[in-house]
C-alpha cells in the first residue's frame, strides 16, 4: 500500500493560465474524490467518482474546472483560466467499498495552487 | 448529514488522555459518525468510526452515547505527534464527507 499520490506538490501558475493535477489512488480503490482546502478552513468537497463514472459534483465546481478519470485509475483536475481566488491546496481522496456511508478515506498530501 | 459541533481548541499535557468531544444531535439513525485529524500541511488522517457502538483501534477509542447525540475521541497516550486538527462529521449513503472547523488540539510538553 502506497497511499495516494498526488502530483505536483507545489504549483505556481499566473492569473488565466491553465493547470492539471494528477490523482493516483490506492490500486484496488474504487472510489476517488477531490476536495478544495483554503486556509483556515476545512476541506470542502469538489466531485466524485466511482470507477470511471463522474456520479457527482459540488455547486462549487464552476465550468472551469473538470475531472476526469479515465479506465477508473488515475484521475486528473484541470481548472481553465485560472483567477486568484483558485489558490488553495487540492486534496484528492480515495476508499473501496459497496456501500457508502460506511467507508475509510485515505487523503494524499495534496497539491498547494497559488495564482499570481 | 448531521450538523456537528465542536470546540475550536483544546490543550492536553503529554502522556495524558485526550477527550474530544463532539455534539451532533441532528444526526440520523443510518448516520455513521467519523473522525479525521489533519497534521499541518498534510491530507485529512481517518482515526476511526462507528455508528451506535463503542469503538476502539490502535489509534483511538470513539465513545458514542445512547442517544448518539454526541460522541468523544478519546486519545489514551497524547504525545506531541497527536498535534492537529480534530474533524468529527456524520456521514450516511448517498453523501460527502462534509468537514466543519474541527478542534485545534495542542499536546504540550
Known amino acids: 500500500d502506497t497511499g495516494v499520490s498526488q502530483n505536483p506538490r507545489h504549483k505556481i501558475t499566473k492569473r488565466g493560465q491553465n493547470v492539471t493535477f494528477r490523482c493516483d489512488p490506492i490500486?484496488?480503490?474504487?472510489?476517488l474524490y477531490w476536495y478544495r482546502q483554503t486556509l483556515g478552513q476545512g476541506p470542502e468537497f469538489l466531485t466524485y467518482?466511482?470507477?470511471?463514472?463522474?456520479?457527482?459534483k459540488s455547486r462549487l465546481l464552476s465550468d472551469r474546472f473538470s475531472a476526469e478519470r479515465p479506465k477508473g485509475s488515475f484521475s486528473t483536475l484541470e481548472i481553465q483560466r485560472t483567477e486568484q481566488g483558485d489558490s488553495a491546496m487540492y486534496l484528492c481522496?480515495?476508499?473501496?467499498?459497496?456501500?457508502?456511508?460506511?467507508?475509510?478515506?485515505?487523503f494524499g498530501s495534496g497539491t498547494q495552487l497559488s495564482v499570481l | 448529514d448531521a450538523k456537528t459541533t465542536q470546540p475550536p481548541s483544546m490543550d492536553c499535557a503529554e502522556g495524558r488522555a485526550a477527550n474530544l468531544p463532539c455534539n451532533h444531535s441532528?444526526?440520523?439513525?443510518?448516520?455513521?459518525v467519523y473522525w479525521y485529524r489533519q497534521i499541518h500541511s498534510q491530507g485529512p488522517q481517518y482515526i476511526i468510526h462507528?455508528?451506535?457502538n463503542n469503538e476502539t483501534n490502535e489509534m483511538a477509542s470513539l465513545i458514542i452515547t445512547e442517544d448518539r447525540k454526541s460522541s468523544t475521541l478519546i486519545l489514551p497516550h497524547a504525545t506531541l505527534r497527536d498535534t492537529a486538527v480534530y474533524y468529527c462529521?456524520?456521514?450516511?449513503?448517498?453523501?460527502?464527507?462534509?468537514f466543519g472547523g474541527g478542534t485545534r488540539l495542542m499536546v504540550k510538553p
Open positions: 481522496a480515495s476508499s473501496w467499498g459497496s456501500s457508502r456511508g460506511n467507508e475509510k478515506l485515505f
Open positions: 490500486s484496488e480503490h474504487n472510489r
Open positions: 467518482f466511482q470507477n470511471e463514472a463522474q456520479l457527482e
Open positions: 441532528t444526526i440520523s439513525g443510518n448516520e455513521y
Open positions: 462507528g455508528l451506535k
Open positions: 462529521m456524520g456521514l450516511s449513503a448517498g453523501n460527502m464527507l462534509t
